[in-house]
């Protein structure tokens, strides 16, 4: 059987064209029997789109179809990088040679006439399956040898430009160690440099001592002696940044290549002299030291040069290398320089800079540190001094805390205590300590700086009190979760909360009383009043809102919901009560409460950008006005909703069915005591 041979894994996709529907039946029942994964189309548009969209592995096409034939087909599918390699095989009736012929022409790979033999599709797909498979190994193969062959090429070139650089940098290396000094290594590089590239001048320019301009160096290389009078003329000039090449240079600390500086260089100072000799390319590198540029080196030559990245590469190269030698030719002068000027430093510094050992004695000491201490000089001090930890630490534990931290960590910073200056006084320090120790890892000496942080510290608590201070006026005005969400810096503060009571309450009778008042025996007298509300506010755990002249206004379940709310509501209605009848009786003054409460959904909030207030809205808020405001003095009176909150725990009397302004009748009920 035709089968028996072993398919992919992945089955084979192959693509139907035939306008006959019978034909395409016949030929993906039979295709799909034997494994392969078979596309239809009925006509050559549709063929074409499939194609490009998914390329097939093979494609069976019918010859004569309307709109588009076979032929044309197959060579559409040509034109395309993608469809091109798809192996065609024509199926026809046509049995002329020259239909044949034609067929193959146009890039078909086999030819099938109708009526076909099953065994014979079979045996001709899978032969140009194969032949697919194969091409397309081969083609992989080709391409990843073309690819090796490519890198291994380009491996070669670089590895000659290695071996090259690498050769020219170990001469160039051997001749700067073997100058004597700065301006003989550069005359070293500039003679290695040119004799290397084929140049004809180079040439070195140094800052001058104020590093304003740059100077003509010692050292010069020419290719011969008709380019002395270049040579003299530069002798005699200088270039400040951005002037000239070397300026140019000088100032971008980047190299520049010119190919022909005969074509308006821009401030070309020697140009003359420059084209009588015929110069034609100039090329400038930096000389760097970190980001300090000890020289600039210039070469010129006679013919044109295109810009060689390569040369530039090399320069960069041989520039580090002679910023080495010269680095290591000014250490001593260098270190000489720094010490004088760390001694100058810690002997003038504003800060206390000491050394001292882990058993607490000094080594050394500026006279910032003796000052900061109040010793006058620094031999007093360390001569004074034997024990840190007793002497000067008030806590001596606090000595023990630095040794351990300078243990675990070998530095520490910002480490704060309280320290006694020679005449018993207390100050503030900050110490940055690090620990020094052998190449053992033993422990050393310490060094590092202390300042007197006192007057931080002390603006310090006073800034904590005056926070402390606002904290607990923001918290007389609003809850202190939404304080704490406020001082989080939320832009808008707003929930919604689905059970809540709300309490309204006012005095009875305190307007005729306030006509017999002063202003100010009035305020202490609703001051009085009000701070009792407040504790008890307080002590059953509900949220005072707002006081409005001699109105109070507290909800219970928000801002932190509770399932009690309503309960703690009619406590506090309760002693609210209780505390106006025992003020009254010790003030002689007829006093009343009336009191309304309800409950459902609110929606609550910060509103203000100055000045602060946390409020309620909805019509559970306004119900609950209504209730104070049809109650009567002496008595609490409750929505049904409240009712069925509390009637379980509390007496309450049914009032009636009372009109409600912008609500109608409503049923409501006097709170009594608590069962």
Same mark, same amino acid.
Do not use: H, T, Y
């Given at each position: 059987m035709m089968n028996d041979e072993p398919l992919p894994a992945t089955p084979r996709d192959i693509l139907i064209v035939d306008d006959m529907p019978d034909n395409l039946r016949l030929l993906s029942t039979m295709l799909e029997s034997y494994g392969y994964q078979v596309r239809k189309a009925i006509n050559g548009q549709l063929a074409l789109q499939a194609a490009q969209i998914s390329p097939p592995d093979l494609i069976l096409l019918d010859i004569n179809m309307p709109k588009m034939n076979g032929y044309e087909v197959c060579a559409n599918l040509k034109k395309f990088e993608n469809t091109k390699d798809i192996p065609v095989i024509f199926i026809s009736a046509l049995d002329e040679v020259m239909e044949k012929v034609k067929a193959f022409q146009v890039g078909g790979v086999d030819y099938i006439t109708k009526p076909f033999q099953v065994e014979e599709v079979l045996a001709r797909v899978e032969s140009q399956l194969s032949l697919r498979l194969l091409q397309s190994k081969l083609q992989r193969q080709a391409r990843e040898l073309h690819d090796r062959n490519s890198r291994l090429q380009e491996e070669i070139v670089e590895r000659q430009r290695a071996e090259e650089s690498i050769r020219f940098l170990l001469e160039t290396t051997r001749a700067i160690g073997e100058a004597a000094d700065f301006h003989s290594a550069l005359e070293a590089i500039l003679h290695q440099l040119g004799e290397t590239i084929g140049w004809d001048v180079g040439? @070195?320019?140094?800052?001058? @001592?104020e590093g304003t301009a740059l100077q003509s160096a010692r050292g010069w290389y020419a290719s011969n002696a008709s380019m002395e009078p270049f040579r003299t003329q530069s002798e005699q000039l200088t270039f400040a940044m951005n002037i000239g090449l070397p300026g140019r240079v000088w100032a971008s600390k980047e190299p520049e290549w010119v190919e022909d500086i005969s074509q308006g260089y821009p401030d070309f100072l020697r140009s003359e002299v420059a084209q009588e000799l015929g110069f034609k390319a100039g090329f400038g590198v930096p000389i760097l030291v970190g980001d300090e540029v000890l020289a600039v080196l210039v070469f010129f030559q006679i013919l044109p040069s295109p810009k060689n990245a390569r040369f530039i590469d090399i320069f960069n190269a041989v520039g580090t290398q002679l910023g080495g030698? !010269?680095?290591?030719k000014q250490a001593e002068e260098?270190?000489?320089? @720094?010490?004088?000027r760390y001694h100058s430093i810690v002997e003038n510094a504003m800060e206390g800079i000491f050394q001292s050992t882990p058993s607490g004695g000094y080594l050394s000491a500026n006279p910032a540190l003796a000052k900061l201490y109040g010793y006058d000089s620094p031999a007093e001090l360390m001569s004074s001094i034997e024990n840190i930890a007793e002497q000067l630490y008030l806590d001596p534990e606090r000595?023990?805390?630095?040794?351990?931290?300078?243990?675990?960590?070998? @530095?520490?910073?910002?480490?704060?205590? !309280?320290?006694?200056?020679?005449?018993?006084?207390q100050i503030w320090v900050s110490e940055n300590v690090r620990a020094v120790r052998d190449s053992q890892g033993v422990m050393m000496y310490y060094e590092g700086t202390v300042s007197d942080i006192t007057e931080r510290k002390l603006a310090q608590e006073e800034l904590k009190i005056q926070q402390e201070q606002s904290e607990k006026l923001l918290l007389n005005i609003l809850p202190k979760p939404i304080a704490e969400r406020l001082k989080a810096q939320q832009s808008t503060i707003a929930d919604s909360f689905a059970d809540v009571s709300v309490l309204f309450a006012d005095i009875v009778g305190f307007t005729e009383l306030s006509a017999r008042m002063s202003p100010t025996e009035l305020v202490k007298r609703l001051n009085v009043i009000f701070s009792h509300f407040d504790q008890l506010a307080e002590m059953y755990g509900v949220e005072k809102i707002k006081t409005i002249g001699d109105a109070y206004m507290v909800v219970g379940g928000l801002p932190t919901p509770r399932h009690d709310h309503a309960e703690a509501i009619a406590q506090m209605a309760l002693g609210m009560q209780a505390k106006i009848a025992k003020l009254s009786a010790e003030t002689g003054e007829k006093l009343a409460i009336r009191i309304g409460i309800n409950s459902g959904p609110v929606?609550?909030?910060? !509103?203000?950008?100055?000045?602060?207030t946390y409020d309620l809205w909805g019509d559970t808020v306004n119900v609950a006005s209504r209730m104070e405001g049809t109650g009567f003095a002496g008595r609490i009176q409750v929505t049904d909703v409240t009712y069925e909150l509390l009637k379980d725990k509390y007496l309450l009397e049914m009032r009636g069915v009372i009109p409600v302004k912008g609500k109608g009748n409503m049923r409501t009920y006097w709170l009594l005591e608590k069962r």
């Open positions: 040439e @070195a320019w140094i800052p001058n @001592a030698l !010269i680095q290591r260098l270190l000489r320089i @720094a010490e004088e000595r023990l805390e630095f040794v351990a931290a300078m243990d675990a960590e070998n @530095a520490v910073s910002g480490f704060e205590s !309280i320290v006694c200056r020679k005449d018993g006084s929606v609550a909030g910060v !509103i203000g950008v100055s000045k602060f």
